[in-house]
């Protein structure tokens, strides 16, 4: 559900490995996916996938797993819209930004949805054609102990050929892959610039530094167990792995979409407001991107 970079990715994956998988996106990717098949351009291989595509939320109903890869700004208006559909038992998988998106949907619409951390460089380049360049890996854990079987369903992805791992520190690794969310995205946006190019530039690698220290003081003072590595080496480790990456909020600034900070960088400043944390390197990036979507998105 939500079938855009990430959903047809991992969804491609799961199809060309003989599962039977249903992307449900918007008219243009269905219309070109139910005529041409999806085309996956990755790192190790180019194929013509053969699934199926619809806009009707209605192909979820007989779904044993859905992945839930819908924007953060529609987690509560496409919870709700989907609960009606699910089959009974059915795992919903929220692979997306930011780390409560989880709670929003238990909340919203009664769905105890898995989280996953997703690291994967990937982007749409015309209808139904996805472009990878990096990782392509999941984590998976449990917030709400519902005694799941997560290790199967880690196998079904890893049987895909998507490396996935079960954690027992789930709300630790979300929020690792936010502080390294927020080092780059809005810098990249900014910057226009792939991933190992902040790294490489003195200025960006200092920026991203204060950024993820700002980020680290506030999981710290909401109690999260965050890993024992330094963050702010694991920041610029990303690059060796996703060096041509670009990041989803550039993307969506260049198709004049909008876009995830605020959920992202805009989160730790709301976050660090409550807890009074400082925040002014992420409340300087946040402003600029919203100055910078603001100016890019398209009419209605």
């Given at each position: 559900?939500?079938?855009?970079?990430?959903?047809?990715?991992?969804?491609?994956?799961?199809?060309?490995?003989?599962?039977?998988?249903?992307?449900?996106?918007?008219?243009?990717?269905?219309?070109?996916?139910?005529?041409?098949?999806?085309?996956?351009?990755?790192?190790?291989?180019?194929?013509?996938?053969?699934?199926?595509?619809?806009?009707?939320?209605?192909?979820?109903?007989?779904?044993?797993?859905?992945?839930?890869?819908?924007?953060?700004?529609?987690?509560?208006?496409?919870?709700?819209?989907?609960?009606?559909?699910?089959?009974?038992?059915?795992?919903?998988?929220?692979?997306?930004?930011?780390?409560?998106?989880?709670?929003?949907?238990?909340?919203?619409?009664?769905?105890?949805?898995?989280?996953?951390?997703?690291?994967?460089?990937?982007?749409?380049?015309?209808?139904?054609?996805?472009?990878?360049?990096?990782?392509?890996?999941?984590?998976?854990?449990?917030?709400?102990?519902?005694?799941?079987?997560?290790?199967?369903?880690?196998?079904?992805?890893?049987?895909?050929?998507?490396?996935?791992?079960?954690?027992?520190?789930?709300?630790?690794?979300?929020?690792?892959?936010?502080?390294?969310?927020?080092?780059?995205?809005?810098?990249?946006?900014?910057?226009?610039?792939?991933?190992?190019?902040?790294?490489?530039?003195?200025w960006t690698r200092e920026l991203m530094k204060q950024v993820t220290?700002?980020?680290?003081?506030?999981?710290?003072?909401?109690?999260?167990?965050?890993?024992?590595?330094?963050?702010?080496?694991?920041?610029?480790?990303?690059?060796?792995?996703?060096?041509?990456?670009?990041?989803?909020?550039?993307?969506?600034?260049?198709?004049?979409?909008?876009?995830?900070?605020?959920?992202?960088?805009?989160?730790?400043?709301?976050?660090?407001?409550?807890?009074?944390?400082?925040?002014?390197?992420?409340?300087?990036?946040h402003a600029l991107v919203k100055l910078l979507e603001e100016s890019?998105?398209?009419?209605?």
């Amino acid at each position: 559900m939500g079938a855009g970079a990430v959903g047809c990715y991992f969804g491609g994956m799961l199809a060309r490995a003989g599962a039977d998988v249903t992307l449900i996106g918007r008219p243009h990717h269905v219309e070109a996916i139910a005529r041409d098949g999806l085309f996956l351009d990755t790192l190790h291989f180019q194929q013509q996938v053969r699934v199926s595509a619809s806009t009707d939320l209605n192909a979820a109903h007989q779904a044993g797993i859905v992945l839930f890869c819908v924007k953060t700004f529609d987690t509560e208006d496409a919870a709700k819209s989907l609960a009606a559909h699910l089959a009974p038992g059915a795992a919903v998988v929220s692979l997306q930004n930011g780390v409560d998106n989880v709670e929003r949907m238990r909340s919203a619409a009664g769905i105890d949805a898995v989280p996953a951390v997703v690291y994967v460089a990937v982007a749409m380049t015309a209808p139904g054609r996805v472009k990878h360049s990096g990782r392509g890996d999941l984590i998976i854990g449990d917030f709400f102990g519902g005694g799941r079987d997560l290790e199967s369903l880690a196998a079904v992805f890893t049987h895909a050929g998507v490396p996935c791992r079960v954690s027992n520190n789930i709300a630790g690794d979300l929020w690792t892959k936010m502080i390294i969310n927020c080092a780059y995205n809005a810098i990249s946006a900014l910057g226009r610039a792939k991933y190992a190019r902040l790294v490489a530039n003195p200025w960006t690698r200092e920026l991203m530094k204060q950024v993820t220290e700002e980020a680290v003081a506030i999981a710290r003072a909401s109690g999260v167990r965050l890993p024992e590595a330094d963050m702010v080496d694991a920041v610029w480790k990303l690059a060796e792995t996703m060096s041509g990456a670009t990041s989803s909020t550039a993307q969506d600034i260049a198709r004049g979409n909008r876009t995830e900070i605020d959920a992202l960088n805009g989160y730790l400043v709301r976050r660090g407001a409550q807890l009074g944390v400082p925040t002014p390197v992420n409340q300087t990036l946040h402003a600029l991107v919203k100055l910078l979507e603001e100016s890019a998105q398209k009419p209605a």
